[in-house]
């Protein structure tokens, strides 16, 4: 069974910079791109960041010059870096993955629960 787990949520002031990651665990044979999502209260799931298993990046409009994503493969690890933070940046994140299973001849998007950010003063 294939997990995704996310870590290092929190509370953070305006301008500060927090670090997301997320591992996959389980029956893994390949994971192709991965990425990170958000949703705010009362709007809908938007994309904030993907990484192919190339390392090609993309960025929603928003984040571009502040995250940076990134991922270890070896790991099984995507990471995504919050800097210049911003109060429109709270939201629940989540982690994406496209994954291959040992015993599946495709790939599978599985999601995270989703880490909370927020940012206040």
């Known amino acids: 069974q294939v997990q995704l787990v996310e870590s290092g949520g929190g509370l953070v002031q305006p301008g500060g910079s927090l670090r997301l990651s997320c591992a996959a665990s389980g029956s893994i044979f390949s994971i192709n791109a991965m990425g990170w999502y958000r949703q705010a209260p009362g709007k809908q799931r938007e994309l904030v960041a993907s990484?192919?298993?190339?390392?090609?990046?993309n960025y929603a409009d928003s984040v571009k010059g502040r995250f940076t994503i990134s991922r270890d493969n070896a790991k099984k690890t995507v990471y995504l870096q919050m800097n210049s933070l911003k109060p429109e940046d709270t939201a629940v994140y989540y982690c994406?993955?496209?994954?291959?299973?040992?015993?599946?001849?495709?790939?599978?998007?599985?999601w995270g629960r989703g880490t909370q950010v927020t940012v206040s003063s």
């Open positions: 994406n993955a496209l994954i291959r299973g040992i015993q599946q001849s495709n790939y599978k998007a599985y």
């Open positions: 990484i192919t298993s190339g390392g090609i990046t």
